[in-house]
């Protein structure tokens, strides 16, 4: 990729980001014409190739740029300080709506671009995943120690349910439109306030 890309005045590369993210989210890889990236970033497709070489670049930036802000996002929460398991979730919870404000689309691009099929694409993309998971766990299980949670509690499946609810809940939203972050907020906290009722030893019996 052309380092002039990153000589652009902000609001330029993020409005080529987002339109990446927009063309991409609904279209397969194969399919998601550089044409009408460019026409949404406002720029001529020549340039777009300019800055980004070829598609397969620029989907596999627009993924690397998705999993930075993602992290910048969670340190900024201080994810790694939170007091409890429930708290390390509403963190978390607040740092993707704070990313998700910034990128609309982008959510939606992660959640298509992890079962993309593409050769040339999908191995990166799934062991940089798989490398992210593995981490999210290792939060999971060191915030657990501090969580009075029922006796024999599986963590690991827990932490398996809440990422197959949070896929669950995101793909349900992105079907509706472009998630508003505030709603997302509001609804997912409350899914992780039932999981604290039904999880923690106040709840039992």
Known sequence: ???????????????????GYRVFSTHSYKKAPMREIADAAGISKPLLFHYFGNKQALYLYLWEYAMDAALQALARRRVDQASDLFDLLERTLNAKCEVMAKHPHMTAFTLRAYYEQEPSICAPIREDFAKHAREGLRLFRAAAKSTPLREQMDIELFYKEVIWASDGFMRTAVQ??????????RDFGRLIAQWRDAYTPESEG
Do not use: H, S, W, Y
């Not at 990729?1 to 005045?9: A, D, I, S, T, V």
């Not at 509706?176 to 907020?185: F, H, L, Q, S, Y």
């Open 1 to 19: 990729m052309n380092e002039r890309f990153f000589g652009l005045p902000q609001e330029k590369r993020l409005r080529m980001l987002n339109a």
């Open 176 to 185: 509706a439109g472009t998630p508003d972050p505030e709603i997302v907020r």
